[in-house]
């Protein structure tokens, strides 16, 4: 169990003596997703066709729940921690609106024609990229079931793009692969979420191979990009200046990062199963550094593929087909 403040400092010695405190295999299938609710209570995690929702404080599976007619992917919880949003991984390509203690559907957001890759969400305000080419923008609570905003990107040579909120709603960011000199660059792009018509507010070109992963830090003043080669990039999220860039290897290809909630460190999975853990403490705004490796634990014999940390407790959660809670030593 968890301790009910979470008065634990992340330190570079509490991420060294980082503990496997459970382990759940309460899955068919490789998990493909998981989020915390926004008080950090609460885990849901899904593996294509089953979605399990834990206590975290109390370390306990609370509900399970199966859909028969479509497999799905990218579970976020909304604001309400009763509820998530899902997507479709086979046509109808739709974005679902789920009522966990019902167990109903409340609402299927259609527009995408393709797969949906990535789905974010911000207070009522849901951003999903697809391989149709498009960003949308939808209400969560509005009447229509259509989204509100359509960003085309079917001009540009990769057609692929990638969003997220920064962490006041006022704005999001975008990331994509250009040409320039004929040669390929992702560019980043950030928007007012309100006056997003207007254009970009603010634009960054990046080399290194296309950016697959794209998040903002709590404290919003880092942007994580990470490369398909497993390259690390910060950038500062108002001036989009290059603050670490971590060299990618085949060990890290197409796996996720996350931040700490206090922004001091990253952690990554590997295909090796191996954690990695890099402090980004020492900023300097005038050159840009590589991070310090400060931790590398084992806990999976296979490839680890998601990682992230609990919001409100000094608790990580990584997967690979199971579960795997990590707490220090303090607070069991």
Not at 38 to 49: H, S
Not at 144 to 151: E, F, I
Not at 198 to 219: E, V
Request: charged content about 20%; overall charge neutral.
């Amino acid at each position: 169990m968890i301790t009910d403040e979470p008065t634990v400092e992340i330190t570079k010695e509490v991420l060294q003596g980082l503990k496997i405190q459970k382990v759940y295999k309460d899955f068919l299938r490789e998990i493909n997703s998981i989020d915390f609710s926004q008080n950090g209570q609460f885990l849901v995690a899904c593996d294509d066709q089953v979605v399990n929702v834990f206590d975290i404080v109390n370390m306990k599976k609370i509900r399970t729940m199966y859909n028969n007619t479509q497999e799905i992917d990218l579970v976020k919880f909304t604001k309400d921690q009763t509820h998530i949003i899902c997507v479709t991984k086979n046509e109808p390509y739709e974005i679902w609106h789920w009522a966990l203690e019902e167990n109903q559907i409340l609402k299927k957001f259609s527009g995408h024609t393709k797969i949906i890759y990535q789905l974010e969400i911000y207070n009522q305000i849901i951003l999903s990229c697809s391989c149709d080419e498009t960003l949308r923008l939808w209400e969560l609570n509005q009447q229509q079931d259509t989204c509100y905003a359509v960003l085309d990107m079917s001009s540009k040579p990769d057609n692929k793009v990638i969003g997220a909120f920064d962490n006041t709603g006022n704005s999001f960011g975008m990331a994509y692969v250009d040409k320039e000199n004929g040669q390929s660059i992702n560019c980043v792009q950030l928007y007012q979420l309100r006056k997003f018509e207007l254009g970009p507010y603010q634009i960054k070109k990046i080399s290194g191979t296309s950016i697959i992963q794209f998040k903002f830090s709590s404290d919003n003043q880092f942007l994580l990009c990470v490369c398909q080669d497993g390259q690390i990039i910060i950038l500062d999220s108002y001036l989009l200046n290059t603050l670490f860039e971590i060299p990618g290897n085949a060990d890290r290809m197409n796996i996720s990062v996350c931040f700490t909630p206090d922004s001091k460190f990253l952690i990554t999975g590997s295909n090796s199963g191996t954690l990695y853990m890099i402090s980004i403490q020492n900023v300097n705004k005038t050159q840009t550094q590589t991070g310090q490796l400060i931790a590398k634990i084992e806990g999976h014999q296979r490839k680890c593929k998601l990682v992230l940390f609990n919001p409100k407790y000094c608790c990580l959660i990584s997967t690979c087909r199971n579960l795997v809670v990590w707490t220090p030593n303090q607070i069991l």
